[in-house]
């Protein structure tokens, strides 16, 4: 049985189920980092690591900001297919722990669904390639806080209860996993205990229609994982009035939480 951690929820890798590569959760809220990323006053010829699936549209946006005198190193599970501009660089797989100590000045990285051992260890080794004085910005998401349906007129009360069923069945399905699903409200604190200081956090929330790309995501789950999904008691019948909740033209409903935390690594 393919590994539920490493292949469909690792953003943007290809699932083992279907085959294709899940961009959509890559696409929500890439504005909203973009801008928590201008306030740490990137500048020509700073280093740069960006860490996250399918890394090259910000990793593009951080080099034209540091320009030619700058650089940045990005990672991803398939580099030679990424596109980059001048001055942009990509590694394969998990590069954090060879890298050079003290090589960044910034570094962005998404984590999400991470088992619980790995939080201090993958944050230990981003802060190791941080130059002192440097800054980290991290964003991980808390998969407990989807809210309700808020708008779906051609639906009953009795359908639109069923998408929370849905959510309700993901998180216990994530916990099967082993994945801490609501990491995102601890990111902050964790980072302080790896000696990062200065931390500012944020929560950020989407507004998603039937269009959006976090509800594409969530089709992408009920499609690919029905079975699952029903072995920890979400049925059929509320996994299919779910798609048709997202279907209805006017649905509106809220992503989960993604938090967004940067910090300073001190300079002694």
């Not at 690591?49 to 080099?63: F, G, H, M, R």
């Not at 260890?121 to 991290?138: A, C, Y």
């Not at 992408?220 to 079975?227: A, G, L, Q, S, T």
Request: aromatic letters at 8%.
């Amino acid at each position: 049985m393919p590994d539920l951690v490493s292949s469909a929820f690792d953003r943007g890798r290809k699932c083992a189920l279907c085959g294709k590569r899940n961009f959509h959760l890559i696409d929500a809220g890439e504005r909203f980092v973009m801008e928590r990323l201008k306030r740490l006053r990137i500048r020509p010829g700073m280093r740069c690591l960006e860490v996250s699936p399918d890394a090259d549209k910000i990793a593009n946006w951080l080099t034209e900001r540091v320009g030619l005198t700058g650089a940045v190193v990005a990672t991803d599970i398939s580099p030679n297919r990424m596109q980059g501009m001048n001055g942009l660089k990509f590694l394969g797989g998990d590069v954090a722990s060879a890298l050079p100590a003290d090589e960044f000045d910034i570094i962005h990285a998404r984590l999400d669904f991470l088992r619980p051992a790995n939080h201090q260890v993958i944050l230990s080794s981003l802060m190791k390639v941080l130059r002192p004085g440097g800054w980290i910005q991290v964003e991980a998401c808390d998969e407990s806080s989807y809210g309700p349906v808020i708008l779906a007129p051609s639906c009953t009360p009795r359908t639109r209860a069923s998408y929370m069923k849905y959510t309700e069945g993901l998180q216990r399905l994530l916990g099967v996993a082993g994945v801490d699903f609501t990491w995102g409200r601890d990111l902050a604190n964790s980072m302080r205990q790896v000696g990062l200081s200065q931390i500012s956090a944020e929560p950020y929330v989407e507004q998603w229609r039937t269009d959006s790309p976090g509800v594409y995501a969530q089709i992408h789950n009920i499609v690919h994982f029905r079975d699952r999904l029903v072995d920890v008691g979400v049925a059929e019948s509320e996994l299919k009035q779910a798609r048709q909740v997202m279907a209805d033209p006017e649905f509106i409903s809220s992503s989960c939480l993604v938090y967004s935390v940067q910090g300073q690594r001190p300079l002694a």
